[in-house]
DNA sequence: CTAAACCTCTGACCATGGTATAGAGTCAAG
DNA sequence: CTTGACTCTATACCATGGTCAGAGGTTTAG
């Protein structure tokens, strides 16, 4: 397979040149060989590699994660216990996230039920609750 | 009740100084009055407000919201309907936000739970999802 | 009186994940 | 040979919620 330029790439990765830049930039990719004239000259792996980002971000890793995803990857004694170990602390932070956004919503779905919607600032239930129910 | 500096407001509404100063510059808390030395002075109506900055945070608003919910605050007329219609708004955010989460935890923990710990990355069902499973 | 401890101001910096812009060089088709 | 599309580098910018640093003025206790 001969090596195609930064765009090709993007294209098949679905991102921005901008962000394989931004990749490796950030240490994610690889500095990739170059041409006669400077320019980046890529392969599949990279664009594997590019789609390993993706799917871990959605599952909610940061670049910084990922980044230590993939330094397991490429070390030849990396156990499987410590991505699961990586994965296992990102899910409590996940569940963590979960528990803190359902305790908003508990607090806040009585209020805007409660507001009878056609009153002023003072009889609002939600304004009072903010203001401390002072 | 005598004006006090901005270490005081500070202190009592529980955040640094510099908050208070970021907040001044966003735009949350009016200029203050100074003193003939040009320092700031406060009475506890910043304290409240900062109080209803801190309340609004907890439940997830962003500052750019708090400084809308503010801004309807000073508005004689402004109506409960309108703080209603922001909360239930965000509300939405905050239930769309948790369903994200959990789909990320649905995805991630069936892997976490299949991962058999001991084995090298090749078998790793974590790093097989990320790698696409080709 | 002096030194510490507080106050002021502006502006830069942190992480996060990119996006945009400018000026210059290169490549391929017509 | 020119034109348009691509690439290069470097730098700046976006939102978010602050934090910190530096240079200076003020206040207060000893």
Redesign the interface.
Known sequence: MSRKTIGWVAKEADVNVQTVLYYERRGLLPAPSRSMHGYRLFDDTSV?RI??IK??Q???FTLKQVMA?LA??TEQD????Q??SM??N??QE??A??HD??R??D???P??EA???????K??P??D????G?
């Open positions: 594997r789609r390993f799917r871990a959605q599952l909610g995803l397991l990857q990396a156990s499987c216990a991505v699961s994965a296992a990102h899910l996940i569940e996230k979960i956004l359902e908003m919503r607090a806040l779905m209020l805007v507001c009878p919607k056609n009153g002023t600032l009889t609002c939600i304004m609750a903010l203001a401390g002072e």
